[in-house]
């Protein structure tokens, strides 16, 4: 693995507003008190005056970095997946502390997110936040103690009715919905840029493909001119808890990489997705919350729980299925699902369980549960209602 030297950057005045991620919580969190309440908030790095108010407020690590790692030597994760490195909070020029709080670099990061109930969480970063030495938990302790502690908004102080070590499943929760977002094996491949043990591709090809899908640029990093991390930047309005991320440009070219003849290699011998079969032809797709089907997805990729359920049709592609219905393609979008004539690319799901996924997660998320006339958008990213959704085939 080698080492990452991070340079200075700054800010870039270009950005613009992204999902609000970190929406975890309505009032009181689940497993402990509640998050700080942040009313006009300002956006990190773009300050003109000091903030005292650093609940409300990350400072100093105002950029926060998600980073994704591709390992093949050995393979980590998913075959067709990047997977987690960790949620980096960098000062507004480019420099970073760490290790800030080393009464808090906790050494039971499974135990915790157990304890809170949060299995699901555990589930996923067993799949997709892995350690290319296997040693998952002390590569969790690492990013928490290193990064985590450093991020001002989520000092214990910062909730009222703080329960120990709740702030520790935030970090979690908050880096692997970031991660979600972010499919950066799709936006290279919707480029033509995959995986090969012979081809090779240019790092304006690949910055520009992951680019395309957000409006601003990226960092990427090699490792003896193959493509092994890519590094997205933040700031964020708020705190990360319950603040709004806002995509920004890293300032200047970082990256390691050279200009041509960059390997994009295959994870021979890794780890596959848990889909069992891929769904064709013709059918519904039925919603389930709480245990119980609740109505069904329709023409245009909204729930809705009266009337007749749309017709859609599943084709394979690559190791999942794209749908379609008459309204057109369907994919996510800024984490929602559509279906639409505008949608120009279809999203590649699979299958979990039976169930309809994105980026290897069954679970679907709504506001609340429709009723009536009223239709609910679908999204992937973590609300109130939590659903699953199941392809019938007709």
Excluded at 18 to 23: F, G, P, T
Excluded at 65 to 79: A, E, I, K, R, Y
Excluded at 109 to 129: F, K, P, R, V
Excluded at 278 to 294: E, H, M, Y
């Amino acid at each position: 693995m080698p080492s990452l030297l991070r340079s200075l950057w700054s800010v870039s005045k270009a950005f613009f507003t992204y999902a609000h991620l970190a929406q975890l919580y309505s009032g009181s969190s689940a497993y402990g008190g509640s998050p700080p309440t942040c009313s006009n908030p300002a956006l990190s790095c773009h300050n003109t005056a000091s903030v005292q108010d650093t609940c409300c407020f990350n400072s100093p690590g105002g950029q926060l970095l998600q980073t994704q790692f591709w390992d093949t030597s050995p393979p980590t994760g998913p075959v067709d997946s990047w997977t987690v490195h960790g949620l980096w909070p960098d000062h507004c020029d480019g420099t970073y502390d760490a290790n800030c709080d080393a009464s808090r670099a906790y050494t039971n990061i499974s135990s915790i997110i157990s304890a809170a109930g949060q299995t699901a969480l555990l589930g996923y970063m067993n799949t997709y936040w892995k350690d290319y030495q296997g040693d998952d938990e002390s590569f969790w302790e690492h990013e928490w103690a290193k990064h985590g502690t450093c991020i001002s908004t989520l000092q214990p102080s910062c909730y009222t009715n703080y329960v120990p070590q709740q702030e520790v499943v935030d970090y979690f929760q908050i880096a692997v919905d970031l991660f979600k977002s972010l499919n950066s094996y799709q936006y290279l491949s919707n480029a033509g840029i995959v995986p090969s043990s012979t081809s090779t591709y240019t790092a304006a090809a690949i910055n520009a493909a992951l680019k395309a899908p957000r409006g601003v640029s990226v960092t990427i990093q090699c490792d003896n001119s193959a493509l092994n991390e890519i590094w997205y930047f933040f700031n964020v309005r708020g705190s990360v808890q319950t603040g709004t991320f806002v995509a920004t440009d890293p300032d200047g070219s970082k990256s390691d990489c050279p200009a041509t003849g960059i390997k994009y290699l295959p994870k021979a011998g890794g780890s596959t997705p848990p889909p069992s079969g891929t769904p064709s032809g013709k059918g519904t797709l039925s919603v389930t919350t709480g245990g119980v089907q609740k109505g069904c997805v329709i023409s245009g990729g909204t729930w809705y729980t009266t009337g007749t359920c749309a017709t859609f049709t599943a084709a394979a592609s690559g190791s999942g299925f794209t749908l379609t219905s008459s309204q057109g393609k369907c994919a996510v979008i800024s984490n929602v699902l559509k279906c639409a004539s505008t949608v120009s690319t279809a999203t590649v799901f699979t299958l979990v369980s039976g169930k309809v996924a994105y980026n290897g997660s069954p679970t679907w998320y709504a506001s609340g549960v429709p009723s009536g006339t009223t239709q609910a958008p679908i999204s992937a990213t973590t609300m109130s209602t939590s659903l699953t959704i199941t392809f019938v085939a007709s």
